[in-house]
């Protein structure tokens, strides 16, 4: 009889202590138990049609394998202007984002109406936002400045593509009332540049872009136009967050390689994660960095010596990782 109750309370406690009844635990290597606290997490993309979207996937795939506890969401948002304010309020754990918006949202430049102190630089070298100035070669537009008075598809309302564009008509004495714009998607916009209801349509991502793809296949004569070598390197001198980029004449057929300009794109993180957290971040991204190019080619430009050049301060956890690989004073 005493040995029937002994055994019943062994499998009462063990019954108890499972995780059914909430009282399970992590084993740790050496048998012991470890208690592994939830963490949750959003990341603050675009579109599912761009390129963020997939990255973000791919980075969900790695932290929910690589840290235990950890359960991420993949948010789909209006893309590179308003995935720094998500992060910066803690809305999104982490986001990405052009670089020069990071950098404008950080200062609380245009197109952002106050400085946003809470977001961190955590990775850099996503596949560049390439700038694609499409015009039909019929158009007689041959340089930037013959856009004056044009109609002009300048990207989707709150795209950065507009943005950039009024840079450039700045630099060159203009201003955005010397155009028409039509705020149209990069597809809608090379349709219709197509059909001439625009006289230049604007894309922007690492080429080729599926939208001038689209454009080539329509059989119209078109050209992309150039940042000539002195617009340029004065364009780079008054926007050193850009970089040069010359795209190769074989991506759309055309007779030469368009030089023109580009802006990387780069993932953030809210200032207030753990620093522990964002360590184990970075180096979950970096061993495990198959798994991200398996979702998203556009982060086959991320190097290790790339990552830590972002726009606006390091995380001092993705910091810390980098200063361990040596890539990082």
């Not at 300048?154 to 060159?172: A, I, R, W």
Request: proline content about 5%; aromatic content about 8%.
């Amino acid at each position: 009889m005493k040995r029937n109750v002994i055994v019943g309370i062994v499998l009462l406690v063990a019954l108890l202590s499972s995780p059914l009844f909430g009282g399970g635990s992590a084993e740790g290597e050496a048998g012991t138990k470890k208690t592994v606290k939830p963490i949750q997490i959003s990341i603050a993309t675009a579109g599912t049609g761009g390129a963020y979207y997939p990255v973000g996937v791919g980075l969900s795939e790695i932290f929910t394998k690589a840290i235990p506890g950890m359960s991420v969401s993949v948010e789909v948002t209006g893309g590179t202007v308003e995935n720094p304010g998500l992060v910066n309020i803690g809305d999104c754990e982490v986001g990405i984002a052009n670089s020069d918006m990071a950098y404008f949202a950080m200062v609380g430049s245009a197109p952002f109406t106050s400085p946003h102190p809470n977001i961190k630089g955590f990775i850099n070298g996503m596949a560049p936002g390439v700038v694609h100035y499409a015009v039909l070669a019929s158009s007689g537009i041959v340089r930037i400045d013959d856009l004056i008075g044009k109609r002009i598809a300048v990207g989707p309302q709150g795209n950065s593509t507009s943005l950039f564009l009024e840079k450039v008509l700045n630099l060159k004495g203009y201003s955005w009332k010397d155009i028409t714009p039509s705020y149209l998607s990069f597809s809608e916009g090379m349709q219709a540049l197509s059909d001439g209801k625009v006289d230049m349509a604007i894309a922007s991502a690492g080429p080729p872009v599926s939208a001038i793809q689209e454009l080539v296949a329509t059989g119209k004569k078109f050209t992309l136009l150039e940042f000539d070598d002195g617009f340029r390197e004065e364009f780079l001198k008054a926007y050193p967050y850009y970089i040069a980029y010359d795209i190769p004449k074989e991506i759309y057929g055309l007779d030469k390689d368009i030089k023109t300009v580009a802006t990387q794109n780069m993932l953030m993180v809210n200032a207030d994660l753990d620093e522990d957290l964002v360590y184990e971040m970075t180096k979950a991204v970096f061993e495990n960095f198959g798994t991200l190019l398996a979702a998203s080619p556009s982060a086959a430009t991320i190097t290790l010596e790339i990552a830590p050049n972002t726009s606006i301060p390091l995380h001092e956890g993705a910091a810390r990782y980098y200063k361990e690989r040596g890539v990082l004073k």
